[in-house]
């Protein structure tokens, strides 16, 4: 079992940047990954992580502007997300996964959910 606690969410003006973490309790995760949902759209994956830090994926509409990382001293995971737009808007969540191969942005590999936080992009 893994619990996850979000945190880091906010208003933010385009152009800007903001931290998400991600705390993480209970068992050691193999995977982990950030996911979004923005009012009335389908969740989408943002990025992805192996625990040791030597795999990482990302959406293509993220590459280059947000970063995923991961503090396993902290049993923390982030994501750096700089040059904000209005379109990243939505609710931000966390996940984890203890499947032996790379989940990437693979949803239904992730049982294991945090309860969000939201990131809001506006002038």
């Known amino acids: 079992e893994v619990q996850l606690v979000e945190s880091g969410g906010g208003l933010v003006q385009p152009g800007g940047s903001l931290r998400l973490s991600c705390a993480v309790s209970?068992?050691?995760?193999?995977?982990m990954a950030w996911f979004r949902q923005a009012p009335g759209k389908e969740r989408e994956g943002v990025a992805a992580?192996?625990?040791?830090?030597?795999?990482?994926t990302y959406a293509t509409s993220v590459k280059g502007r947000f970063t995923i990382s991961q503090d396993n001293a902290k049993n923390t995971l982030y994501l750096q997300m700089n040059s904000l737009k209005p379109g990243d808007t939505a609710m931000y969540y966390c996940?984890?996964?203890?499947?032996?191969?790379?989940?990437?942005?693979?949803?239904?590999?992730?049982?294991?959910w945090g309860q969000g936080t939201q990131v809001t992009v506006s002038s």
């Open positions: 996940a984890a996964t203890n499947e032996t191969w790379f989940t990437a942005l693979y949803q239904a590999a992730y049982p294991y």
């Open positions: 209970g068992d050691t995760p193999s995977n």
């Open positions: 992580i192996t625990i040791d830090g030597n795999t990482k």
